[in-house]
């Protein structure tokens, strides 16, 4: 898939980490933007980063995904706009013993994880249909391929989505719309700011660069893979939760 015929992209979490780095890169490769993300100080900032190396045009849209309301705005705001290529990348995660959770915190990541990803992708997925090409790209993550005692919520979220995206693309590949996800293990973003709540930060070391992820990530698109799931680590875990190693001895050893 030729990203060179694509004019628009929309990308949500644009404003750090792999969403940032893939609407910069987006922008090199001549894709005006519509960057969407709950930070508006970063965002103008990603703006700014934009407009100096880049005449492709870049909109901003502060806004808080996890609130259903808000989804339905941001559709009926951007309703006059061509999207070619949706970029489904926020979400966040939860750390911590499922039962002491934050009830509250635990449907708000359903919501921005499963259903604002779900609601998106139906509703650009099908004008990008109609137009007999484009694609999405869906972030899922590594946990999406093993159970994960005390990110159990989280990794149910990003299965759906690996699930959910290699089912869209059977689907949409005969309207020329390809569908790939992207399977990032520990990468450099603030992710473990939020899942972790500023305690623990160093417990997953050796994190990749949000801007090899991106790089990656697109590399795949262009090529037609369907998942992409980036470093030899992240790859080995992949094939062991799914090929090797049964589940219950996986959550046994990680459940400690």
Known sequence: MNLKGFKWALVTGASS??????????????????????????????????????NTQIVTYPVDL?????????????????????????????????????????ERMIELNVKT??????????????????????????????????FN????????VYNFSLGLWAELRKYNVHVLCVSPGPTETRFFERAFKQKELNKFGNRMNPKDVA??????????AVLYTPGFRNKLISFVGKKLVPDRLIVRVLGG
């Open 17 to 54: 980490g792999i969403g940032k780095e893939l609407a910069i890169q987006l922008s090199k490769k001549g894709l005006n933007l519509i960057a969407v993300a709950r930070d508006e100080n970063r965002l103008k900032q990603l703006a700014e980063n934009v407009k100096e190396f880049s």
């Open 66 to 106: 996890s609130c259903e309301e808000n989804v339905k705005s941001l559709i009926d705001d951007l309703s006059n706009y061509e999207i070619d290529l949706l970029v489904n990348n926020a979400g966040f995660g939860l750390y911590g013993e499922f039962i002491n959770l934050e009830l509250n915190e635990l």
């Open 117 to 150: 990803l779900t609601t998106l992708s139906h509703v650009f997925g099908k004008k990008i249909a109609m137009k007999r090409a484009g694609g999405i790209i869906n972030i899922a993550s590594i946990a999406a391929h093993i159970p994960l005692p005390y």
């Open 153 to 160: 919520a989280y990794a149910a979220t990003k299965a759906y």
């Open 215 to 224: 790089a990656g990530a697109l590399r795949a698109f262009e090529k037609g």
